[in-house]
């Protein structure tokens, strides 16, 4: 309690505003008080969209990546539900009755066409180069003809 009675508290009350110049008529006062509210809201309304985007958009994605660099997420995706044998345990008869399923030729000539796809992607991946523009989002371009890419097309279709 401050004074004695409900009276002696408001007369105090009413001195101070008055020793101070504080008054409802006072049209500086008052607009600075409005001003300083609005501060305050926008202030908080910021703060605000700053916590939902943290929670909308940044937290999952760093979840995202923190799950990806800790292996976490791989080991969900490569975990079988069942887990079966790698390997199924052969006799040495069944292993010396295995017959080659290609032959050497056919390899080499396998292995040639791989190496030549390889050669055509990497070229294709030379080709490719990163644009970053002032506005908006970075994004792939491609520098190669129409027609060689349709020809591209036209070979990975069939």
């Known amino acids: 309690k401050v004074t ?3 009276s002696d508290t408001l007369d105090q009350m009413m001195d101070f505003f008055e020793v ?3 008054s409802p008529r006072n049209r500086l006062m008052m607009h600075r008080l409005k001003l300083y509210n609005f501060i305050l809201r926008r202030i908080d309304y910021i703060a605000e969209l700053l916590r939902e985007q943290e929670r909308l958009y940044h937290k999952p994605t760093h ?6 660099f800790d292996g976490t997420a791989m080991d969900k995706i490569h975990q079988p539900a069942i887990e079966e044998p790698r390997y199924k345990e052969r006799k040495q ?3 010396e009755n295995i017959e080659p ?3 050497m030729e ?3 000539v396998l292995h040639q066409d791989l190496q030549r796809e390889r050669r055509e992607f ?8 990163q644009v970053k523009p002032h506005f ?18 036209r070979r990975l279709e069939n």
């Open 63 to 68: 979840d995202m990546l923190k799950s990806l």
């Open 4 to 6: 004695g009675s409900h």
């Open 20 to 22: 101070v110049n504080i």
């Open 122 to 129: 990497l070229k294709i991946l030379n080709s490719i180069s």
């Open 101 to 103: 399923k290609i032959s």
């Open 106 to 108: 056919e390899y080499n």
């Open 136 to 153: 908006g989002k970075s994004y792939l371009k491609v520098e190669m003809d129409a027609t060689k890419l349709s020809i591209l097309k």
């Open 93 to 95: 008869e069944e292993l």
